[in-house]
């Protein structure tokens, strides 16, 4: 798996701070509120769409990683476009419940 840089500003959270997302359960998050930002760094994967195949392998591939993620200090999110119900069922079919999915899928 090969990192990337984005050259959108560090501090993405003045950009996208107050935006409310969904969590798989249905329960809304701010998107500043989903890792310390003073603290820590995160990596934010985008998926596409719920039932894009490709989004599911990028998602199986982070299940895969999230221990070395946890072990150097990065919190890992997942954020698609979709509702609720779509991202719960994303977690389902890779037989993890929702509340328990191993990284965010908002």
Known sequence: MRASTSP???????????????????DPVMFKDLWDQTE?????ALLRHFGCIC???LASTLKEWRPKF???????VAV???????????AERMNI???EF???VL
């Open 8 to 26: 959108v500003s560090p501090n993405i959270s003045e950009i996208l701070g107050d935006a409310t997302i969904f969590t798989a359960t249905g």
């Open 40 to 44: 820590g760094i995160a990596v934010v």
């Open 55 to 57: 989004c599911w392998e």
């Open 70 to 76: 946890d072990a150097a200090g990065v919190k890992l």
């Open 80 to 90: 698609g476009v979709g509702t609720p119900d779509k991202a719960r069922m994303l």
């Open 97 to 99: 419940d929702p509340a």
């Open 102 to 104: 191993p990284f965010p």
